[in-house]
């Protein structure tokens, strides 16, 4: 993962783009790009900078803020997942201030070299140091829930599967 940090700042068209394309170019191949704007009033993310991560080799975006051009972004086929979808412009009512290090979001350190899980449900973020422990605790959850579902699906009650397996 690598961390994306910007404010809220109204500034001139010319150094606001400027930065953000500059921020874009910065973020290596095989990575998923974590944006905390510090901002709810415009998208932070748009089909031109999708489709240029993900001609680049960038595999995913994560963003506490807006993003626009959805049906395009979507068609670049590089996951994407924000906060909301506005078509509010970021240039130049945003400003990134700093990339690579790390951020805090909704109270969660968060830093480059960390790991990120994202589907359908949301986004989990595992720090570098815990992914192995995670990883081995997922696994056994996994585990643990298709021994479940195969005993519910050949009858066995649901309190019984509870009781058997400790998970419902």
């Given at each position: 993962m690598f961390t994306v940090e910007g404010r809220a700042r109204v500034m001139e068209r010319e150094p606001s783009i400027r930065r953000i394309l500059e921020m874009l170019g910065s973020i290596p191949p095989g990575h998923v790009a974590v944006y905390e704007p510090n901002d709810d009033s415009c998208a932070h993310f748009g089909e031109l900078s999708a489709t240029s991560l993900q001609s680049r080799g960038v595999v995913g975006v994560v963003i506490n803020g807006g993003c626009r051009d959805?049906?395009?972004?979507?068609?670049?086929?590089?996951?994407?997942?924000?906060?909301?979808?506005?078509?509010?412009?970021?240039?130049?009512?945003?400003?990134?201030?700093?990339?690579?290090?790390?951020?805090?979001?909704?109270?969660?350190?968060?830093?480059?070299?960390?790991y990120v899980v994202g589907d359908a449900d949301?986004?989990?973020?595992?720090?570098?140091?815990?992914?192995?422990?995670?990883?081995?605790?997922?696994?056994?959850?996994?585990?643990?829930?298709?021994?479940?579902?195969?005993?519910?699906?050949?009858?066995?009650?649901?309190?019984?599967?509870?009781?058997?397996?400790?998970k419902f």
């Open positions: 959805i049906e395009f972004v979507r068609e670049t086929g590089l996951p994407v997942f924000s906060r909301y979808c506005t078509p509010q412009d970021a240039v130049p009512r945003w400003e990134v201030m700093a990339w690579g290090g790390e951020v805090t979001i909704e109270g969660v350190r968060v830093a480059t070299g960390d949301g986004v989990v973020i595992i720090p570098a140091e815990l992914v192995l422990e995670v990883l081995e605790r997922s696994e056994a959850v996994v585990e643990t829930e298709s021994s479940v579902r195969d005993a519910v699906r050949s009858g066995m009650a649901p309190l019984e599967a509870y009781d058997t397996f400790g």
